[in-house]
């Protein structure tokens, strides 16, 4: 079935640095990707849609400039968070919509600590 | 998009005892998917159910969409431990084409 790589799965940093976070879908084309966060005990709220060779779409309340997203290639998206506080720490995660009734595959996530 | 309700919140059940948990919209919706999301881990598609009235089985599960395609359910028969997990229901009705995820219920089963 449909992968999605999500890289990396966890990683800490200091205050004040930048992280990037990559997805890659491995066996299709994903034109979309979602990014997803998730606090804990919390459900999957939108951070924005990126779209292959054009700007993203961020939902309201996302600070675009903090939240770098690049969708160069039909099987890369990424996410950079900069200059990171300890309040963006969370669970970050990539989906693509895979078509038919395969519904949506999600990358298998990045745990963000910011210390 | 429209918000789904989900509930419970919670759901705390020994092992053997069945499960389940329900989601609701206030307006018809097109379709309804199903994931599962173990502790740590991600989202892992179910199922999806488009028409109406449909029931769709997976071994111990039991996915319904209501006749009025306002409200699923999915139950679990006799929950075994690695039936553990964080139950999301979603619909594929965000502006941008993303799911739009209910608050998802949390299943513990104590063996």
């Known amino acids: 079935g449909a992968v999605v790589s999500q890289h990396p799965s966890w990683v800490i940093c200091k205050s004040g640095t930048s992280v990037k976070i990559e997805c890659r879908s491995l066996?299709?084309?994903?034109?979309?990707m979602f990014w997803y966060r998730q606090f804990p005990k919390q459900s999957l709220m939108l951070m924005a849609t990126?779209?292959?060779?054009?700007?993203?779409?961020?939902e309201q309340g996302v600070e675009k400039d903090k939240f770098l997203i690049n969708h160069a290639s039909l099987t890369l998206s990424t996410l950079t968070v900069t200059s990171a506080h300890p309040e963006d720490s969370s669970f970050y995660i990539c989906?693509?919509?895979?078509?038919?009734?395969?519904?949506?595959?999600f990358g298998s996530g990045t745990r963000l600590t910011v210390v | 998009g429209q918000q789904v309700m989900q509930i419970p919140q919670y759901q705390h059940v020994q092992e053997g005892e069945d499960f389940t948990t329900y989601c609701n919209s206030s307006?018809?919706?097109?379709?309804i998917q199903w994931y599962k999301q173990r502790p740590g881990g991600h989202p892992v598609f179910l199922i999806q159910?488009?028409?109406?009235?449909e029931v769709k089985k997976q071994k111990r599960l039991t996915f319904q969409f209501g006749e009025a395609k306002k409200n699923s359910s999915l139950h679990i028969t006799a929950t075994q431990t690695t039936d553990v997990g964080t139950y999301f229901c979603?619909?594929?009705?965000?502006?941008?084409?993303?799911?739009?995820f209910g608050k998802g219920t949390k299943l513990s089963v104590k063996p």
């Open positions: 989906s693509a919509r895979t078509g038919g009734i395969g519904g949506y595959t």
């Open positions: 066996d299709f084309q994903a034109t979309t």
């Open positions: 990126s779209n292959e060779g054009s700007k993203a779409t961020y």
């Open positions: 307006t018809t919706l097109s379709n």
């Open positions: 159910l488009v028409k109406s009235g």
């Open positions: 979603g619909h594929y009705g965000g502006s941008q084409g993303n799911l739009i």
